[in-house]
């Protein structure tokens, strides 16, 4: 089940980056490795227009500054969320695999 983004308005959908609401794709902030579920559950995914995405070289896919931005900002909303003080980010560790902040 796919819970509400943790960066994302599900009510007033828009990219995150540009905010234009013209052809918008779902990106999870944490893919791969059977993260893609992790993140669908915790609401680590963002809405990214085509070209935020991947249909450019200003896309999260080939823009590793913008994909670890964005891997950050989630790592500190999902923190926030669960109430979260640990210097070491042992839990979202343990979630994710990495620390990203």
């Given at each position: 089940?796919?819970?509400?983004?943790?960066?994302s308005d599900m009510s007033d959908p828009c990219c995150y980056v540009c905010g234009t609401t013209y052809n918008l794709h779902v990106h999870h902030c944490f893919p791969g490795y059977g993260r893609r579920?992790?993140?669908?559950?915790e609401g680590c995914w963002v809405y990214l227009c085509?070209?935020?995405h991947n249909?450019?070289?200003?896309?999260?896919?080939?823009n590793h500054e913008l994909?670890?931005?964005l891997r950050r900002r989630c790592q500190e909303a999902w923190e926030e969320r669960e109430?979260?003080?640990e210097p070491d980010?042992?839990?979202f560790i343990a979630l994710m695999g990495r620390n990203y902040l």
């Open positions: 089940m796919k819970k509400p983004s943790l960066l579920k992790v993140s669908d559950r085509a070209p935020h249909m450019s070289n200003q896309g999260v896919h080939f994909d670890m931005e109430g979260i003080d980010h042992e839990t």
